[in-house]
Structure formats: C-alpha cells, structure tokens
C-alpha cells in the first residue's frame, strides 16, 4: 500500500517540465524496470536552487519520489541539494513499499546527476559529489554485494 503523500504527488505531481537554458540536467534510469527521470535545475549565481522540475517515464513511486524530490530542493543551496538522499525522499513521502525503494534511489542519483552538469558546465567542483551512474540497478547490485 501507498501513503496518502505518495498517492498525492503521483495524482498532482509538483514541477512537472523541462527548464529551458537550465543550470543543470541529470537523467537517470534503472533498465531493471525500465523507468527514466531527468532532473532540471535553475542555480543562481549565489549556488541557490531557484528552480527545479522534472520529467519522469515510469511507475507511480517513480513520479512520487521524482515530484517529491524537487520540493525538497527547491530554494537550498547546492551543498544542501547534495544532502537529499533517497532516505529523505522515502521519509517525506511517508515511506514506500520495499519493492519500489529504487524509485527513491533513481530520485537521489537525478539530482546528482544535474549538480554534476552544472558544476560541468561552469567548471566548478561541488565537495562531495561523484559522477553519477547512468543506470541505478548497478548501483543497486553494488549495494546488494556491500551486505
């Protein structure tokens, strides 16, 4: 069973869209269940996330966790952007249903993915950022093989 906040960001998901000229873009997917996000940032010059949407093909969780994740960044600052785990995600949504916590993990990995972009494309470096995976489900074995 879904939470009443999961049920509500799939039916009226937040942010929905692209940004043209953004700061930042990340697209991540997980080629196990085939779902695809892609993140959209607009950074100002103060390193303030000014605005953030997204476009996501796939599962309900998957809009949830992708809705709910550009609430949680909007107005931070990059290094507070980075802190979003999919933990967070999961926490604000009320939880999920164990068989869809990679929809939260795909959520994580799409911010990543466009703070690595803008840090790329203004040639900075953002401290404790790594390049993000394209696929998450090899994240996802990797983290099976760390147990």
């Given at each position: 069973?879904?939470?009443?906040?999961?049920?509500?960001?799939?039916n009226n998901p937040r942010n929905v869209g692209e940004i043209e000229n953004a700061s930042g873009v990340g697209t991540v997917g997980n080629?196990?269940?085939?779902?695809?996000?892609?993140m959209y940032?607009?950074?100002?010059?103060?390193?303030?996330?000014?605005?953030?949407?997204?476009?996501?093909?796939?599962?309900?969780?998957?809009?949830?966790?992708?809705?709910?994740?550009t609430e949680l960044v909007k107005g931070?600052?990059?290094?507070?952007?980075?802190?979003?785990?999919?933990?967070?995600?999961?926490?604000?949504?009320?939880g999920l249903p164990p068989i869809k916590v990679h929809c939260s993990l795909l959520a994580e990995e799409a911010i990543h993915a466009a703070l690595w972009d803008y840090a790329e494309k203004h040639n900075i470096k953002i401290e404790g950022l790594e390049k993000p995976?394209?696929?998450?489900?090899?994240?996802?074995?990797?983290?099976e093989e760390d147990y």
């Open positions: 069973m879904y939470s009443e906040k999961v049920m509500d960001h799939f080629a196990k269940c085939g779902d695809i996000m892609r940032l607009d950074i100002d010059d103060n390193g303030i996330i000014q605005d953030c949407k997204f476009k996501t093909f796939g599962c309900g969780a998957a809009v949830a966790t992708s809705s709910m994740a931070k600052t990059v290094q507070e952007a980075l802190q979003v785990t999919n933990k967070a995600v999961m926490e604000a949504l009320d995976v394209n696929d998450i489900s090899e994240k996802e074995e990797e983290e």
